[in-house]
């Protein structure tokens, strides 16, 4: 069992909660680790020490003295962009490069196009990934290559906006991806950099960033990455939940009451992501005679007040509404928030919300968060960073 896959319970005061409480400044020494842990001394010095070895945590002085022996301050180590990022998208991709805390070193957007292929678009982006890490001052030049030693680079998460085999990183059964079925994407990674490479969801890294950026706290969580396609991540007690095959949260064909019933790519009919997509809307406004070539002509329209563009957004966002009100009903999470590019548009957010609390029990809406993420555009590659910080904490 991972740390990703263990119960919230045995992880207090695993060695990843203890790394992220240095990182967050809820804890500056062993002493406080063993505080909040619950853990005796002994077996937080003997994480922290292993913690250490690996590079992960740094001793960074003596703090103040209660009555006694100073103690040694803890830190994460900040001094070197030492996780790659990559958080693809149909249109663009953001690249980072972060430390061991989740900090943003370096990040930069690029133009994409999802139908050159797998081999042409990853390829690009890894040569970019260590270009920012390379230019990093305090990274040493490691842009590929592994180890432990600080400013060295330690693995590299990637999100795909479409269905991931976690267990494999395999590409499975993508609507809007020629030519990407089947590909494993963590093999051909894996021949290009010589660290760990982990391969997911987009809506998943969205989910597990925005979770660890804003509410860390809580433990029952739904994030819905809605723009040109929807999709959403999970947070059940803590962790992200991806179920059986990975494929928990994808609420983009789940069906929904529409007429007509416009046609997915998955070949059904009346999909939530035909119906209120990014690039639904796109057609829906095409169809109305409305000239508008893409989903930032849409959101220009709905910020001018265009009636069309409105009214689609509004049914738009009953029709996420009706979705996620059987979601609140079923897994009582504590927070729905939404990100993306649609997440801005306020009829489609307020029409969703209305939907919510007039589909679900009131027992599951009483103390419901409803907002958007608020981590801004870095929210993705901070959760693939996050992925690889887990996964490096695990094999410490």
């Given at each position: 069992m991972?740390?990703?896959?263990?119960?919230?319970?045995?992880?207090?005061?695993?060695?990843?909660?203890?790394?992220?409480?240095?990182?967050?400044?809820?804890?500056?020494?062993?002493?406080?680790?063993?505080?909040?842990?619950?853990?005796?001394?002994?077996?937080?010095?003997?994480?922290?020490?292993?913690?250490?070895?690996?590079?992960?945590?740094?001793?960074?002085?003596?703090?103040?003295?209660?009555?006694?022996?100073?103690?040694?301050?803890?830190?994460?180590?900040?001094?070197?962009?030492?996780?790659?990022?990559?958080?693809?998208?149909?249109?663009?991709?953001r690249?980072?490069?972060?430390?061991?805390?989740?900090?943003?070193?370096?990040?930069?957007?690029?133009?994409?196009?999802?139908?050159?292929?797998?081999?042409?678009?990853?390829?690009?982006?890894?040569?970019e990934?260590?270009?920012?890490?390379?230019?990093?001052?305090?990274?040493?030049?490691?842009?590929?290559?592994?180890?432990?030693?600080?400013?060295?680079?330690?693995?590299?998460?990637i999100?795909?906006?479409?269905?991931?085999?976690?267990?494999?990183?395999?590409?499975?059964?993508?609507?809007?991806?020629?030519?990407?079925?089947?590909?494993?994407?963590?093999?051909f990674?894996?021949?290009?950099?010589?660290?760990?490479?982990?391969?997911?969801?987009?809506?998943?890294?969205?989910?597990?960033?925005?979770?660890r950026?804003?509410?860390?706290?809580?433990?029952?969580?739904?994030?819905?990455?809605?723009?040109?396609?929807?999709?959403?991540g999970?947070?059940?007690?803590?962790?992200?939940?991806?179920?059986?095959?990975?494929?928990?949260?994808?609420?983009?064909?789940?069906?929904?009451?529409?007429?007509?019933?416009?046609?997915?790519?998955?070949g059904?009919?009346?999909?939530?992501?035909?119906?209120?997509?990014?690039?639904?809307?796109?057609?829906?406004?095409?169809?109305?005679?409305?000239?508008?070539?893409?989903?930032?002509?849409?959101?220009?329209?709905?910020?001018?007040?265009?009636?069309?563009?409105?009214a689609?957004?509004?049914?738009?966002?009953?029709?996420?509404?009706?979705?996620?009100?059987?979601?609140?009903?079923?897994f009582?999470?504590?927070?729905?928030?939404?990100?993306?590019?649609?997440?801005?548009?306020?009829?489609?957010?307020?029409?969703?919300?209305?939907?919510?609390?007039?589909?679900?029990?009131?027992?599951?809406?009483?103390?419901?968060?409803?907002?958007r993420?608020?981590?801004?555009?870095?929210?993705?590659i901070?959760?693939?960073?996050?992925?690889?910080?887990?996964?490096?904490?695990?094999?410490?």
């Amino acid at each position: 069992m991972t740390i990703d896959d263990a119960p919230r319970d045995a992880l207090r005061g695993g060695p990843r909660e203890l790394l992220r409480w240095v990182a967050t400044g809820a804890a500056v020494s062993r002493a406080d680790l063993s505080r909040l842990s619950g853990l005796s001394p002994s077996t937080v010095s003997q994480r922290v020490e292993a913690l250490i070895s690996q590079g992960l945590l740094e001793e960074a002085g003596a703090g103040r003295s209660r009555g006694g022996r100073r103690p040694r301050q803890l830190a994460v180590p900040t001094g070197g962009a030492v996780v790659g990022a990559i958080d693809l998208g149909a249109h663009h991709a953001r690249v980072g490069a972060l430390d061991l805390s989740g900090r943003v070193v370096q990040a930069r957007t690029l133009p994409v196009r999802i139908e050159d292929g797998p081999e042409a678009v990853l390829g690009a982006l890894l040569a970019e990934v260590a270009t920012l890490v390379g230019s990093d001052p305090a990274a040493g030049g490691g842009a590929v290559a592994g180890g432990s030693a600080p400013g060295a680079l330690r693995g590299v998460g990637i999100g795909i906006p479409g269905p991931v085999q976690h267990s494999t990183g395999r590409i499975v059964s993508p609507s809007r991806m020629p030519g990407w079925n089947g590909f494993d994407v963590a093999a051909f990674c894996a021949g290009r950099v010589d660290v760990p490479v982990i391969v997911d969801n987009d809506a998943n890294l969205m989910a597990l960033g925005a979770h660890r950026t804003a509410h860390p706290e809580l433990d029952h969580a739904v994030y819905i990455k809605a723009g040109t396609g929807i999709g959403s991540g999970v947070i059940s007690s803590g962790r992200l939940h991806r179920g059986a095959q990975g494929s928990a949260g994808d609420i983009s064909h789940c069906r929904v009451v529409a007429d007509p019933a416009p046609p997915c790519t998955c070949g059904n009919a009346g999909c939530l992501e035909a119906v209120a997509s990014g690039a639904a809307l796109v057609t829906a406004l095409r169809e109305q005679g409305v000239p508008v070539s893409d989903l930032t002509g849409v959101i220009r329209l709905i910020d001018d007040g265009d009636r069309q563009a409105t009214a689609l957004a509004r049914q738009a966002g009953r029709a996420v509404g009706e979705i996620l009100a059987v979601v609140v009903n079923f897994f009582n999470p504590q927070v729905v928030a939404i990100g993306g590019r649609l997440a801005d548009c306020e009829p489609l957010l307020a029409s969703m919300r209305a939907t919510l609390y007039e589909r679900c029990l009131p027992l599951a809406t009483q103390t419901l968060l409803i907002e958007r993420v608020a981590a801004g555009q870095d929210v993705g590659i901070t959760g693939a960073a996050h992925l690889v910080i887990d996964h490096v904490v695990a094999a410490a």
